[in-house]
């Protein structure tokens, strides 16, 4: 079955600082990817995905970017952190077979 | 812009009632996925229905979707309090990319 690993569960970052969160991916192989985006109390907001190693389509302009290094990899990383950039991140994988995505647990980033 | 809204934004019960949730979208839909969320972690998968199919059951979950309407309810019978969470509907716009609604909290009191 596909899983999906996602960390830091947790992170606080100081404003300016870099970021980066890596989601890696078992029991799958070209699977689309997923960057989502939650603040407090609102929906997901979907920040990049891939369909393949090096193919990011990113959704909204921001202060973040993502890459593909391997087939199972996905990093979101930020160069300059911005206190509007804190929230709970989610890395999620589709499920081709049943439909619908299996999401990580999270990384609740929390910029000061 | 959010493609899938949920009505109501919060919905408080008593265990062993019933809880429906709602939700409406703007455009033409592959399918539509009810999710659901426990406080700080990831979403849980619970339900696809596709643009040709009226109504879909799991277990305590029934689905119905009216795409003439465009719109969707997520029903949960005989709730229990492990129920309480909050769910969301996603819509892939005709794009196979979902996009999530802000989502409706359930509490089920005990």
């Known amino acids: 079955s596909q899983t999906i690993h996602q960390w830091p569960a947790t992170l606080v970052q100081p404003v300016g600082s870099p970021l980066s969160l890596e989601c890696t991916v078992e029991?799958?192989?070209?699977?689309?990817l997923y960057w989502y985006r939650q603040a407090a109390g609102r929906g997901l907001q979907l920040l990049f995905y891939s369909i393949g190693i090096d193919q990011i389509s990113s959704e909204v302009p921001q202060n973040l970017s993502a890459s593909r290094p391997q087939d199972r990899q996905f990093i979101l990383s930020s160069k300059k952190l911005l206190l509007s950039d804190s929230g709970f991140y989610l890395c999620?994988?589709?499920?081709?077979?049943?439909?619908?995505?299996?999401f990580g647990s999270g990384t609740r980033l929390t910029v000061v | 812009s959010q493609q899938g809204e949920e009505d109501p934004q919060a919905l408080s019960i008593q265990e062993g009632e019933n809880a429906t949730m709602n939700c409406s979208y703007k455009?033409?839909?592959?399918?539509l996925q009810w999710y659901r969320q426990n406080s700080g972690r990831g979403l849980v998968h619970l339900i696809l229905?596709?643009?040709?199919?009226r109504e879909k059951h799991s277990g305590r979950l029934r689905v119905t979707l009216d795409t003439s309407k465009k719109s969707s309810s997520l029903l949960i019978t005989a709730s229990r309090a492990a129920d309480t969470a909050s769910y969301f509907c996603?819509?892939?716009?005709?794009?196979?990319?979902?996009?999530f609604g802000r989502g409706t909290s359930l509490i089920v009191h005990p």
């Open positions: 999620a994988l589709e499920e081709p077979r049943q439909g619908g995505y299996t």
């Open positions: 996603a819509t892939d716009g005709g794009s196979y990319i979902p996009t």
């Open positions: 229905i596709r643009s040709n199919e």
């Open positions: 029991g799958t192989s070209n699977p689309n």
């Open positions: 455009t033409s839909i592959n399918n």
